[in-house]
Each structure stands twice: as structure tokens, then as C-alpha cells.
């Protein structure tokens, strides 16, 4: 098989069979159990269009990015499909795997030879079909992630303004909440320094403690992923330090102005307030 996987029981079926248009078929195994059940599906029949196939082998897959495997899937000779079922005569993908002593510049040249003359195209006549590699594919890959880590990063500064108006709005809050505090411990000798610091080290500890709740969320997330899907999902201990090490940080930035608010106030008149 081209993507993998293998056929047990049962085999494939052969190239006279796909050459005569055989009603064989190659069931995967989703379908083989939504069918049979705990029964041999070998040598069974399966009515395709209306018409029956013999069921030749069970098709076990490799797991996919998606699990695409899930899907109930049948397999029958090319041939077959276009003499005996409807289809729309579109677009079609055909999937080629050279030899392991063929080059891959070699195996696209043979198959662009073979595809010009299975479509009577002379020379000197554009190809109307593309012959690519898996590196188109993974290009295609890169990109869509790089376009998708970029809008993330987008995402995270916007939610770190919100989250830092919300920050200086707390802070505002709790300076004016604190007046007489802050006017008790001037009053007792505090520095603008330590007030200062008092209220940055308030709003630090604020946003840490809501990165931390975020990084478990996401660690939760990544747990259900990795259990209920193929993809590989866990949380880098990086990723981890630099996300609260953020965190912190913006609790120091938007944390300034409240606690400069703390700072600058006069005692006297901080001891007054009510």
C-alpha cells in the first residue's frame, strides 16, 4: 500500500483483476466491523451501486494527522469504479511510489512520459495534468502553520492589551481601596521605592497566577488530544517558562502606572481619605 499500512486477511487485488474489472473489493477495517461484526469478512459479498462484490481483504491503516482512518472505506479496481458506478469526471489524484533504486527526478520523468502518452499529447503540447512531489505538500504545510503561528502571536498580543487594561484596572482599584495603607506605611517610614515595588510585585503576582491557571488549562488540552486523536499533542517545558516569564512581565508593565498612583501620594493627605 502507498500510505502505508497493511492487508490482513485477504490481499489486494491483483493486476489481472484490475485489468478484467473484477467485482473485488478491499474493505478497511471500520467498515469490515460496521458490516460483520466479529464475523470473517474473507470471501463474503458487499453490494456496491447495487451491484455485489467479492471482499477480498481487510485494509488496516496507518494513523493519520486527522483520523481519517475512522472512516468507514472501500477499495475496488479503477476500472470497475469507472465502468460500473456514476462519477464526476473531474479532478482525480493518483498517488506513485518509485523504487527504492529510482531516483524521484527519474520516477516523475517516467510518469510524466507515461501520463503524456496515455493522453495522446504530441510533443511540443503542454501537460494538462501536474506531476509533484511530497515537497509541494510539505511547503503547502509550512506555510499554512507559519501563517497560522503568526495570526496566534497576533491573538496573544491582543489578549496581553486586554489582559493588561484589566490588570490597571484592578490595581487602580486597589490603590484607591488602600489610600489609608498606603498613608499608614509613608507615615511609618515607607519609601516611594517600597510602595513602589509593593504594587508591581501585586500586579506580577496577579498575572502569574492567571498564566499559571492558563498553562494547566492547556496542559489538560493537550492531554485530551493526545488520548482522543493521532496528533501528537504535549506542552514544551519552554514554551511553559517563556509563557509565565510573559506573564510576569506584563504584570510589571501595566502594573507601573497603579503603582506610581501608590508612590506619588502624600501621606497626609492618604491618612485623610475615607
Avoid: C
Avoid at 510585585?201 to 496577579?206: G, I, N, P, S
Avoid at 493526545?226 to 496528533?231: I, W
Avoid at 506584563?250 to 507601573?256: K, S
Amino acid at each position: 500500500m502507498i500510505e502505508g499500512g497493511h492487508i490482513h486477511p485477504g490481499r489486494s487485488f491483483s493486476h489481472l483483476e484490475d485489468a478484467a474489472n473484477s467485482h473485488v473489493a478491499v474493505v478497511n477495517t471500520k467498515l469490515a466491523e460496521n458490516l460483520f461484526g466479529q464475523r470473517d469478512p474473507m470471501a463474503r459479498r458487499v453490494k456496491i451501486g447495487g451491484l455485489p462484490y467479492d471482499v477480498i481483504g481487510v485494509y488496516d491503516p496507518p494513523p493519520r494527522l486527522f483520523g481519517e482512518g475512522d472512516q468507514p472505506e472501500v477499495m475496488i479496481p479503477h476500472g470497475t469504479f469507472i465502468k460500473d458506478l456514476p462519477y464526476f469526471p473531474g479532478w482525480m489524484d493518483m498517488f506513485v511510489v518509485p523504487e527504492d533504486s529510482v531516483a524521484v527526478e527519474r520516477a516523475i520523468d517516467d510518469v510524466t512520459m507515461a501520463m503524456r502518452e496515455m493522453r495522446g499529447l504530441r510533443p511540443g503540447q503542454k501537460n494538462n495534468f501536474d506531476a509533484i512531489t511530497q515537497d509541494v505538500y510539505v511547503q503547502a504545510i509550512n506555510s499554512f502553520t507559519l501563517v497560522a503561528r503568526v495570526l496566534m502571536i497576533v491573538l496573544s498580543l491582543v489578549g496581553l492589551l486586554v489582559g493588561g487594561i484589566g490588570v490597571i484596572a484592578i490595581m487602580m482599584i486597589s490603590v484607591t481601596e488602600r489610600t489609608r495603607e498606603i498613608g499608614v506605611r509613608k507615615a511609618l517610614g515607607a519609601t516611594r521605592r517600597e510602595i513602589l515595588w509593593q504594587f508591581l510585585v501585586e500586579a506580577a503576582t496577579l498575572t502569574l497566577v492567571g498564566g499559571i491557571i492558563g498553562m494547566a488549562v492547556g496542559w489538560l488540552v493537550s492531554l485530551v488530544l493526545a488520548n482522543a486523536t493521532p496528533v501528537p499533542a504535549y506542552v514544551p517545558v519552554g514554551s511553559v517558562v517563556i509563557a509565565l516569564a510573559v506573564a510576569a512581565v506584563t504584570g510589571l508593565l501595566f502594573g507601573i502606572l497603579p503603582a506610581r498612583k501608590a508612590a506619588r501620594l502624600d501621606p497626609v493627605e492618604a491618612l485623610r481619605y475615607e
